[in-house]
């Protein structure tokens, strides 16, 4: 796994992959440059229990990230799944605050501290967390939305683009956005909560701007 405290360095965008649940979906996204994988350890139709992720974990090189991520738990539960899924990264989401970002950092966890792009703007004020993700307004929805409307609000902030993006639009979103990178979970499914690996090589491929034989032409978000 990423060691906690530190940031792994990839060339080009700083892509996610979430709600993998799967050894052979892990092995797929490091393959075609995943900068970071997501095991969703809250109530979701992706959730796996943190045993399950510590058995992924355990095939991601130190080089890709490896991301818990929570919602409404308290930062106490939080922190007790993420050890136990052995991963060095803690995904926030739900209404938080400063204090429980510097709960985590101290505990020796990474953070990513997910925000809806209708969010007030102290909201999107540097809280200590190394990366912000901005989401929809509705998050989960799986729409697309227009990804420069946070272009000014996240200027000079380290952040992921999230919310409705699959193989085609990814990299206008990066475009429009300003974003670091890019963060995706049902644009790379072909029904809900089960991940296709070729969106997955499509996405990751697409974020980076390489259309080579690793990753199919894309024709529709379910490869239809």
Same mark, same amino acid.
């Given at each position: 796994?990423?060691?906690?405290? $530190? ?65 409404? $738990?308290?930062?106490d ?18 209404q ?46 799986g729409?697309?939305w ?21 193989p ?20 790379? $499914? ?14 990751l ?20």
């Amino acid at each position: 796994m990423s060691a906690p405290n $530190e940031t792994p360095a990839v060339p080009g965008p700083w892509v996610k992959i979430c709600g993998l649940s799967t050894a052979a979906d892990v092995a797929v996204a490091i393959e075609h440059g995943a900068a970071a994988l997501g095991f969703v350890l809250t109530d979701s139709p992706r959730r796996i229990s943190p045993q399950r992720a510590a058995e992924l974990v355990a095939a991601v090189p130190e080089s890709v990230a490896s991301v818990a991520v929570v919602r409404h $738990e308290d930062v106490d539960t939080a922190i007790d799944r993420a050890r136990a899924a052995g991963v060095g990264w803690i995904q926030l989401h739900g209404q938080r605050t400063a204090a429980e970002v510097r709960q985590v950092r101290s505990a020796g966890f990474q953070v990513i501290r997910a925000v809806r792009m209708d969010d007030p703007p102290q909201v999107f004020e540097d809280w200590g967390e190394q990366l912000l993700l901005i989401d929809a307004a509705v998050p989960g929805s799986g729409a697309a939305w227009d990804y420069s409307l946070v272009r000014e609000a996240a200027a000079g902030r380290r952040w992921l683009v999230a919310g409705g993006l699959d193989p085609r639009n990814v990299a206008a979103a990066l475009a429009a956005s300003g974003a670091a990178g890019a963060d995706v979970s049902s644009g790379v $499914e072909s029904s809900r909560g089960v991940k296709d690996p070729q969106l997955i090589a499509r996405f990751l491929h697409a974020a980076h701007g390489r259309h080579d034989a690793g990753a199919p032409a894309a024709d529709s978000p379910n490869g239809a």
